[in-house]
């Protein structure tokens, strides 16, 4: 079949349409060889059109000419339980000069498994209706191989994730470089990354995948943390996952295991490369004779065309730990799970203990050992029982289990000894969850919170339904003595809505006020990274303000603000070496940070013009 041009009209289109079928198996592929050369050839693009989903989804395109030659398209199909049909399309803009052509079209292993009369073997599942005798590694892997969905019945939700309602039991981890991003469809990049989940084979379904462009860099990593299990024991544990790595530039998705926390644990599979435009499953065989847990890590190429897809990810014959104190997914410390606990939980002495302290140390609450006062909230435990970081602003908020971490309102506290009625209908800061919104918040409000991806998380947000247009409302964390020169504060935040205001930043320090950060007006509806850098200061308050816009449909929202690298220097008694320089205050810092306009020494040393 080509394409010939029929008439100068400014806009043509030329359609070929497919037969319907019914469905596929999960193995199907589609495969046919094209020509598309010419000056002014223009693109072409085949859609899948499944049965009541709009709109269609993009299984293929081609830009511009390839030359005048043949050449082979293999698209995955996997599998779709429902009607569809496909649409070559091809539109020209009135100047079209060439050929463009399709020939052998090729279905292949796309039918569903066939019947079987027995089904014999430990290795072996008998589907219930269809009769088919598949694997027994295909159950509960999220993919309905039988064809009657007899496989994925009565599977442990626990032991499997999708993405297509958020992250499930599995976190982001907080000690790589950036997160694993959430989609549906295409990535934001051409040539790159999935056009479709790998769950429903459809633009509507969900993914993670890693963005190579910019702000990220070569080898920076994105790591994703499986909850905790327990000992494999006698038996085997099996991870089955899918992923897509199809670019120029794509680098390694690496899969560790680990038993200690503070480890990256060993490497028990990694790919390198371009895989070509294709969802791959990959099956692990896990032994342990302690509790374990799995880290997906993504890294960076060394350019865009590098994005990274996940999908699907599944456990069998695995156990979640058993400690029902335990928060899945937390650190270990040594080989055993850490039980959660939050500061406001801790029993905190009525009286100090015994102590030699004058007015300007703060004394240790368990010891009564004796620290200065600008040690007290510097994001470094010097007490013995952290005490001294006690009343503080925590180091990383993510709002969960309705906790500030630290952070107040000082116009509220005032409100309340006023015994004020107004503070209702006040603008002010508040934790809200998308599991709790209004149908008409929808638009305005996040409908999950960023930690954890679902409408159960929670997150704090100003809420514009209170208030007046310039209204501003400010959240304060208590007053910080001293950072280090590499401080800088993280957080997510979500401006949707047709009359957001704005969102700042500010540092207060006496009574001086500065602007650190700032943004207006409607961003999109998902959430987004903000970095701010604050190296290194003494006594002074991060504040968080929020402006009204001038109606409701504006709410803004923040969730997981971590204060990085914010502890001050430790200085060592051992002597640099050749590759350091030694600041004026004994601090060794690589000879890299000289004259670079940061001050790395905290005294300025490294920046003095004499070097």
């Not at 539109?91 to 090729?106: H, K, M, Q, T």
């Not at 633009?203 to 494999?232: M, N, T």
């Not at 190429?301 to 997914?329: E, H, K, M, P």
């Not at 630290?406 to 002010?428: C, V, Y």
Request: aromatic content about 12%; glycine content about 8%.
């Amino acid at each position: 079949m080509f394409i010939l041009k029929t008439s100068n009209s400014i806009s043509q289109i030329a359609r070929l349409r497919s037969p319907k079928y019914r469905q596929t198996g999960s193995n199907c592929t589609l495969s046919f060889w094209y020509y598309n050369y010419g000056e002014s050839v223009g693109a072409a693009e085949l859609r899948l059109l499944v049965d009541g989903l709009k709109p269609p989804t993009v299984l293929w395109r081609t830009y511009y000419s390839e030359g005048n030659q043949w050449l082979k398209a293999v698209i995955q199909l996997g599998r779709l339980p429902h009607a569809f049909q496909f649409s070559l399309d091809k539109i020209s803009l009135g100047i079209y000069e060439g050929v463009s052509a399709i020939d052998d079209i090729r279905f292949e292993n796309c039918a569903l498994p066939p019947p079987a009369l027995s089904c014999e073997g430990p290795n072996r599942f008998w589907c219930r209706d269809t009769k088919a005798c598949i694997d027994s590694l295909l159950v509960c892997d999220l993919v309905d191989d039988c064809g009657d969905g007899s496989d994925e019945d009565s599977c442990d939700p626990d032991l499997q994730c999708n993405f297509e309602n958020g992250l499930c039991n599995w976190e982001q981890d907080v000690q790589d470089d950036f997160d694993w991003i959430r989609i549906r469809g295409p990535t934001p990049t051409v040539n790159t990354g999935p056009l479709k989940d790998h769950t429903t084979g459809t633009a509507r379904g969900c993914y993670l995948y890693l963005e190579s462009s910019e702000p990220h860099r070569f080898w920076d990593k994105a790591v994703l943390l499986s909850p905790l299990f327990d000992p494999s024991g006698n038996g085997t544990c099996v991870f089955r996952f899918h992923y897509h790595m199809f670019g120029k530039e794509v680098y390694r998705l690496s899969v560790f295991q680990r038993t200690v926390s503070n480890a990256k644990g060993w490497l028990l599979w990694y790919k390198f490369g371009n895989q070509e435009n294709r969802w791959i499953r990959e099956t692990l065989f896990i032994r342990s004779s302690k509790p374990f847990q799995i880290l997906v890590e993504g890294t960076v190429g060394d350019g865009f065309t590098g994005d990274i897809g996940l999908d699907d990810v599944s456990f069998l014959g695995c156990t979640l730990y058993n400690d029902a104190q335990c928060t899945f997914g937390s650190f270990f410390k040594g080989n055993l799970p850490t039980i959660s606990t939050t500061t406001s939980g801790t029993s905190v002495p009525a009286t100090l203990p015994m102590n030699n302290c004058t007015e300007k140390e703060f004394v240790c609450r368990a010891s009564g050992h004796c620290i200065q006062m600008i040690q007290k909230c510097d994001f470094r435990p010097d007490c013995s029982d952290n005490s001294d970081e006690s009343a503080c602003v925590m180091e990383v908020c993510d709002f969960e289990d309705k906790d500030l971490c630290g952070w107040h309102q000082p116009a509220l506290e005032q409100m309340l000894e006023d015994n004020s009625i107004r503070i209702k209908k006040t603008f002010k800061w508040q934790l809200g969850r998308g599991a709790n919104l209004y149908p008409e918040q929808e638009g305005h409000c996040p409908l999950t919170d960023h930690t954890m991806s679902t409408g159960e998380g929670w997150y704090l947000f100003a809420d514009s339904s209170n208030g007046e247009f310039g209204h501003i409302a400010d959240i304060v964390t208590p007053v910080i003595s001293l950072t280090g020169p590499r401080c800088k504060i993280i957080f997510w935040n979500y401006m949707n809505g047709s009359t957001i205001g704005s969102l700042e930043v500010l540092y207060k320090s006496s009574n001086k006020t500065s602007k650190l950060w700032t943004q207006s007006g409607t961003q999109g509806p998902q959430w987004n990274r903000a970095e701010v850098f604050l190296g290194i200061r003494s006594n002074f308050q991060v504040i968080f303000r929020a402006k009204r816009g001038v109606s409701y449909m504006g709410d803004v929202a923040v969730d997981d603000i971590t204060f990085e690298d914010c502890s001050p220097l430790l200085i060592s008694d051992k002597p640099c070496t050749s590759e350091e320089f030694m600041c004026a205050n004994k601090y060794c810092i690589p000879k890299n940070n000289l004259c670079d306009f940061v001050n790395d020494c905290e005294d300025n040393s490294d920046e003095s013009p004499n070097i």
